[in-house]
């Protein structure tokens, strides 16, 4: 149901009978720093139906990037179970295309070589609205155009499980709303199950199923969003829900958000496939 106008969030077990694309049970994780360890996920249960698009809230430095690299296969728990499905691929705040490839190149980069691979990387490209790019070198295109062909490069891939590391981060705020329109698109037509982290609270309630707040190494609330799709971010229902959760993570209702913080470099690290 849609959480009513003002009423407080609670955390909810994400508990799916049935097929799971996504199973994390006693999620532990942490990481040594100067005075001893910093634990950042705190026995962290999670389960993403095949087909269920989930969006991970909460401040700088609570796990959320760990988490998805957990899932990516990037990084080991130190304690639980991570239960994932074999084709999985991660789109990054920054594209990471190779300056020496074309564009095609770049999409079917990893995958098995010949026409037909080469077919379904025009096809992903005529997907995001790249038909005419796909001879273009990445230093010619723009933000949007390059995360674009990121898109593409995951959709290829035909993932069960797509990750998204906030790739809307660094963009305008038009380009932004309009690479979540087409990610909403995409979305609807290839039903992977996703999971989105992010900072932006509109975004998240834009385009997911479900809105989860990790903090202090668990989640605090797991609410579904049950608003219809187009969602207007001005609506009754949306505006609601963007305030109760703008009040979990400590921005009062009746302050503006402050605009997140330029991120740090990513750590290097390859595609999951």
Do not use: C
Request: charge should be neutral; hydrophobic fraction near 45%.
């Amino acid at each position: 149901m849609a959480q009513a106008p003002d009423a407080p969030l609670t955390a909810s077990a994400a508990s799916t009978p049935g097929r799971l694309a996504v199973r994390l049970r006693g999620i532990g994780k942490a990481y040594r720093v100067k005075d001893g360890e910093k634990r950042v996920l705190d026995g962290v249960d999670l389960d993403i139906r095949p087909g269920e698009f989930v969006a991970l809230l909460g401040p700088s430095g609570t796990g959320k990037t760990t988490l998805l690299r957990l899932l990516a296969g990037l990084e080991s728990a130190d304690t639980g179970t991570v239960l994932v499905p074999s084709r999985r691929t991660i789109v990054y705040q920054e594209p990471r295309l190779v300056p020496t490839m074309r564009v095609l190149p770049n999409v079917t980069l990893g995958q098995r070589r010949g026409a037909a691979t080469r077919e379904a990387g025009r096809t992903a490209l005529a997907e995001v609205g790249l038909a005419e790019h796909e001879r273009s070198w990445p230093a010619t295109l723009s933000g949007g155009e390059a995360q674009r062909t990121a898109l593409a490069r995951a959709l290829v891939r035909q993932p069960e499980l797509l990750l998204l590391d906030e790739p809307f981060a660094a963009l305008d705020a038009l380009t932004r709303l309009h690479m979540q329109d087409l990610v909403g698109d995409l979305y609807a037509r290839h039903r992977p199950a996703v999971l989105l982290v992010t900072h932006d609270v509109d975004e998240a309630v834009r385009l997911a199923d479900r809105v989860a707040v990790l903090r202090d190494g668990v989640f605090a609330v797991d609410v579904r969003v049950d608003l219809p799709r187009p969602r207007r971010t001005d609506a009754p229902a949306f505006i609601a829900l963007r305030r109760a959760l703008l009040a979990e993570l400590g921005v009062h209702a009746d302050e503006p958000a402050a605009p997140p913080a330029a991120p740090a470099p990513s750590r290097p690290a390859e595609e999951a496939s």
